[in-house]
């Protein structure tokens, strides 16, 4: 008899609180399965890397007319930590569907 298993998540403030050493292993596992020769379209695997740490590390925001620098998850809002937090969670998923068999 088959069954489906149907899970949900709902995590409290993903963008900012994504752990960025899982999510660039994440990333980097992901630009690995679906490249194409190494390249995602025209971009390495190394200079997508390297453009993500970079976007992570040298983010900076304004609060009360100061300014700080992000040290922990993606700026909200931002279009490349929406997609980082979309890897991140798609190769935790594919991590569970392989338990489940």
């Given at each position: 008899m088959a069954t489906t298993k149907f899970i949900t998540a709902d995590v409290k403030d993903l963008y900012t609180m994504?752990?960025?050493?899982?999510?660039?292993?994440a990333l980097a596992s992901f630009v690995d399965k679906y490249s194409k020769h190494g390249h995602i379209g025209s971009f390495s695997i190394d200079h997508l890397m390297r453009m993500a740490r970079l976007i992570l590390d040298k983010n900076y925001f304004v609060y009360q007319n100061k300014y700080y620098k992000q040290i922990r998850g993606g700026a909200m809002g931002s279009a490349f930590t929406q997609v980082l937090a979309n890897i991140d969670m798609f190769e935790r998923e594919q991590e569970l569907i392989a338990h489940q068999h």
């Open positions: 994504i752990p960025r050493t899982g999510a660039l292993q």
